[in-house]
């Protein structure tokens, strides 16, 4: 059972940085795409960035394109999203998610997902 831990989440003002991470467990790192999803309140979850672990292609969304950046490390394990120049828009759940084969935004593709962390913009 593959399982999916996020941590990196808090409170950062507006321009500030986090590092979000998440650990994947149970599978064969290197033959999932693997997500970052967000949530903010009375919203949908919405797609931020993806990264196919075979190919090392990455994909972004357009609202946070030039300050998300989504890396992988198999050694770890672990899949990353650097988030810089934070904006108060960016205030949600970050959720990570895992699939086999290549990386898509659509949510309903994804098998595995993690619990979530809080990041939340202070403006």
């Known amino acids: 059972q593959v399982q999916l831990v996020e941590s990196g989440g808090g409170l950062v003002q507006a321009g500030g940085s986090l590092r979000l991470s998440c650990v994947v467990s149970?599978?064969?790192?290197?033959?999932?795409?693997m997500g970052w999803f967000r949530q903010a309140p009375g919203k949908e979850r919405e797609f931020v960035a993806i990264?196919?672990?075979?190919?090392?292609?990455?994909y972004s969304a357009d609202s946070v394109k030039g300050r998300a950046t989504i890396s992988g490390d198999n050694a770890k394990n672990t899949v990353y999203l650097q988030m810089n120049s934070l904006k108060p828009e960016d205030t949600a759940v970050y959720y990570c998610?895992?699939?086999?084969?290549?990386?898509?935004?659509?949510?309903?593709?994804?098998?595995?997902w993690g619990q979530g962390t809080q990041v939340t913009v202070s403006s």
């Open positions: 990264v196919s672990r075979s190919s090392g292609i990455t």
């Open positions: 998610a895992a699939r086999r084969g290549v990386g898509t935004r659509d949510i309903r593709r994804y098998d595995y």
């Open positions: 149970g599978g064969t790192f290197s033959d999932y795409a």
